[in-house]
C-alpha cells in the first residue's frame, strides 16, 4: 500500500489520507566519493519508506544490505543510488525519478518495490497497473534495456503489525487487499520477464515473530530486510554475472 515521530513514522502508509500526502521529502543520495570503478556493480533502488529503511539505520535497509553481501561475496556494489521517500505512491515515484533526472545513466542492479501507499489509502487498483507498468519500463531503461538486471519486490503485508492492530485494521482485510495489489504487480513483472521476488510470506511471519518489526511498530526491522535481502541475493547473484 505530518512514516518521525511515533504518529509520523506510523505515516509510511499513513501518507493515509488523499489530505495528508507524503511525510517526507528526504531523497537518499550516494556519497560522491564512492565513484564506480571499471569492475564495481551500480545499483538504483526504487520505491518507498520500504526502500529507505524507514525507522532502521541506512545500512540495514534491504538496498545497503543487498549491496554489502555482493561486495562480501566478490561482487563490488557501489553505494545504492536511491529514488524513494517515505509515503509515496506509483504516481509519486514517477514524480521523483523524473525530478531526479538521471538521464543517460544505467545500472547493473535495478529493483522497485512500490504500492504499498496506493492500496492504504484505497486508490484505483487500474490506475495502479498502469503506473505500475509505467515505472517498470522506466526501471527496465535505467538496466539499459537488460530485464534481466530488473528485479520488483512485492509489496509486504503491514497488516501482520501492531500498527494495524492498534488502529482497529482487520489483519485479514488488509492482506487480502495487498494480495489483489501484488496479483497487479506479479502479472505485468511476468509479461515483461522481468525478475519477481515475492517477500510478502516472509513479511507476515512478523505476525509471530516481533523482532522482524522495527520499534516505530510499523516497518520492517533489520532483520526482516536480512530476510528478503536472503530471497534477493542469489537471483541478483545469477542474473550480474
Known sequence: MRLLTAIVL????????????????????????????????????????????????????????????????????????????????????KQGIISRNLQNKNYSIVTLLIGVNNQYRGYSKDVYRKEFVELLNTAIGYAGGNIKHVFVISIPDWGVTPF????????????????RFNAINKQETEKLNVNYIDITPASRRAADETGLIADDGLHPSGNMYSLWVNQLLPAVDEQVK
Open 10 to 93: 506510523i505515516s509510511t502508509l499513513a501518507a493515509c489520507t488523499k489530505a495528508a500526502g507524503p511525510v517526507a521529502t528526504t531523497v537518499v543520495i550516494p556519497k560522491k566519493s564512492n565513484m564506480p570503478s571499471s569492475n564495481s556493480l551500480t545499483y538504483l533502488a526504487l520505491g518507498d519508506s520500504y526502500t529507505i529503511g524507514e525507522a532502521v539505520t541506512q545500512d540495514q535497509s534491504f538496498p545497503y544490505q543487498l549491496a554489502a553481501r555482493l561486495t562480501a561475496a566478490g561482487r563490488s556494489v557501489t553505494s545504492p543510488d536511491i529514488i524513494a521517500v517515505t509515503g509515496w505512491t506509483t504516481a509519486d515515484l
Open 164 to 179: 494495524a492492530k492498534n488502529s482497529g485494521r482487520d489483519a485479514a482485510q488488509v492482506g487480502a487487499d495487498i494480495d
